[in-house]
Each structure stands twice: as structure tokens, then as C-alpha cells.
């Protein structure tokens, strides 16, 4: 029996392997532009990234360029899947570079437009529903993939994973089992008057820090296997307990001189809340923002403030090595057993 087992096991683990070989061969990246319909709120602005038989070229998505087959045919079979969440004030192309990279490494990428906090729109920015809604906003963009997207049947349910920037990954930690208490935000506040998340609050006229708030009843999806939080913030919301039904594996992304989101009260009470410790990264001599995608000439005139990083840090090049390491873990971490 033993012996039958093993050879079972040897037998899937090789499966897996050529199926992920075999999917990662296809060089070229198609990328769709969708509207989700959301029957709690605005229709949602959607990005796709896909292998793709299609050939490619280069096409603009806001103020950046992709290498892509627009529209293309998918290609491959029991793809896994990867959705991402951006910060406040992001967009669906706030990491073009890595949903591009985790498409050419054979995963299938979402990413959301969060209504009320983007680019256009921050009308939430600052409020509890803008923490209480991407959760939500998040799974019915899953549910609209696995049911009612065009390509769904190249998708691999079983392996669904999730990559969120600062509020992004917030917004995964909720996905995953996390469940916030929100007037920790008010103690937060009180304590730390120069937490830049608290600055913001008030330069936004947000309610975080109205007293006592009613807790609202949190989004969970145990169909995410995997995530990646890449400098998460308003981490402190996640009080003793508030994470122990966290059990997926995590891999947690942190800039050594976080301006927006510092360590001691966000990624630090994360890692501390957690059962198991994640998988941690520490990027040297970083600010928040070098976890978005490097910048065009024309992002950087716009929005230096995102785009500037500190001297002699090349993003080009940190990227391609951020990008590889969260193909390789999303690859180990959703495999099937």
C-alpha cells in the first residue's frame, strides 16, 4: 500500500509539474478589459491577464504599456489564478509589470478597480465602508470569473490565489479569515498622533475615527489558497485573536523606510497575529510605494509622489526580482496535493 502510495504521489507531483511547464511555455500574455456587474454597488472596472496563443504587441492601459494580445484567445488548461487588490487611489494597472509576469509564468490575473477608492473616484477613501467593501468587491469579481467570464473554462478552481497592495492587502487579510476591529483605528489615533494613515484620515474627512462604530459583517472566501500582502496597511485593525482563523499560506513584502504604512503598527501586528509565521521580505532602502509597477515618463510627471524612489534603488530591477519570487511562491503554495 505504501508503495502504491508513493508512486500515486510521484505520479500527481509530475502531473503538476507538466501542466505548470507546459502553461508557463506560452510566451505570449492576453489581456481583456471587463465591466462586472455588482448588484450591492457600481459595476466594476476589471483588468484580465492570461496565456495567451494570440500574438502580441504593445498597447497602453492608462499611463503605462503592456506587451499583450488584446483580447486574445487563452491558452493552457487548469490554470490557477491570481487576483489583485490595489492601494488607495490605484487602479486595475496599478502592477501591470506583475500581473504581465505571473501571466507569462501561466496564471491567469484579475485585477479590480475598487469602487470609490481609485483613481478618479475617492469618495470612499478614508471611510469603514471603503474597508468593509473591497472584500466584498473582491469576491464578486471572483464569483463573476469562475461562473460567468469567457474564458472560466481554462481556470483551475482549486487554485485561486491573492496579491494586495497597502489597503490591497488589508483587503486580503479579510478574504483570508481576517475579521478587523474598527475602533482600534480611534485607539490607534489617540496614542499615535503622527501615524500618517491618521493624517489622512482627517485630510479626507473619513469616519475611522468616529467613536464607537458598529461592526459590520466581514467577507470571507475560504477559495483563496494563497496570498501575498505587500506593505499592508492599517494593519493595526487586527487586534489579539482577530487572525487566528488565518490558515492559508502567506508570503508578506515590507520597505525598510514605509512612509505610509510603517512596520511597528501594521506589518509587525499582522506577523505577530498570525499563526504561522509568513514567509517575510524585507526590501532595503524602500518607501511604500516601490511595490507598484515603475513608472512611465509621463506617471512620474503626474504623480511623483508614487513614482520617486530613493537614490540609487533601481525598481526596474527589484521588480523583476519581486515578480519571480511571487510566481515561484504562488506556484509552491497552490499546488495541488
Not at 105 to 119: L, R, S, Y
Not at 261 to 288: F, K
Amino acid at each position: 500500500m505504501d508503495g502504491d502510495l508513493s508512486r500515486y504521489l510521484r505520479k500527481s507531483i509530475m502531473a503538476g509539474l507538466a501542466t505548470i511547464l507546459a502553461n508557463a511555455c506560452l510566451a505570449t500574455v492576453g489581456f481583456q478589459e471587463a465591466t462586472v456587474p455588482d448588484r450591492d454597488g457600481k459595476a466594476l472596472a476589471v483588468g484580465i491577464w492570461y496565456p495567451s496563443s494570440t500574438e502580441a504587441s504593445a498597447h497602453a492601459l492608462g499611463m503605462l504599456t503592456h506587451e499583450v494580445a488584446q483580447n486574445g484567445t487563452p491558452a493552457g488548461s487548469s490554470l490557477p489564478l491570481v487576483l489583485i487588490s490595489h492601494g488607495t487611489g490605484g487602479s486595475l494597472s496599478s502592477h501591470i509589470d506583475t500581473a504581465n509576469a505571473l501571466a507569462r509564468a501561466g496564471f491567469v490575473v484579475a485585477a479590480v478597480t475598487h469602487t470609490g477608492d481609485n483613481t478618479w473616484d475617492r469618495s470612499d477613501a478614508g471611510n469603514r465602508r471603503d474597508l468593509i467593501d473591497r472584500p466584498r468587491q473582491a469576491k464578486v469579481l471572483l464569483d463573476w470569473l469562475l461562473a460567468s467570464w469567457s474564458g472560466r473554462e481554462h481556470l483551475n478552481a482549486r487554485r485561486i490565489g491573492f496579491f494586495g497592495f497597502s489597503l490591497g492587502a488589508f483587503t486580503g487579510l479579510v478574504l483570508i479569515g481576517g475579521t478587523p476591529e474598527l475602533q482600534r483605528m480611534l485607539e490607534l489615533c489617540s496614542s499615535n498622533t503622527h501615524a500618517p494613515e491618521c493624517a489622512y484620515i482627517r485630510q479626507a474627512h473619513g469616519d475611522q475615527l468616529d467613536p464607537d462604530p458598529k461592526e459590520p459583517v466581514w467577507v470571507h472566501d475560504n477559495r483563496i489558497k494563497a496570498a501575498v500582502l505587500a506593505a499592508p496597511a492599517v494593519g493595526y485593525l487586527f487586534g489579539p485573536g482577530s487572525l487566528r482563523e488565518v490558515s492559508v499560506p502567506i508570503q508578506m513584502w515590507r520597505a525598510e523606510n514605509d512612509s505610509q504604512a510603517p512596520d511597528a503598527w501594521n506589518g509587525a501586528v499582522i506577523r505577530d497575529g498570525l499563526a504561522a509565521h509568513p514567509d517575510s521580505h524585507l526590501v532595503r532602502g524602500a518607501d511604500h510605494f516601490v511595490f507598484l509597477a515603475p513608472c512611465s515618463e509621463s506617471l512620474a510627471a503626474a504623480a511623483p509622489q508614487i513614482c520617486t524612489d530613493a537614490s540609487g534603488f533601481d525598481r526596474a530591477a527589484f521588480h523583476r526580482t519581486f515578480n519571480q519570487a511571487l510566481a515561484d511562491f504562488f506556484t509552491t503554495a497552490m499546488r495541488e496535493r
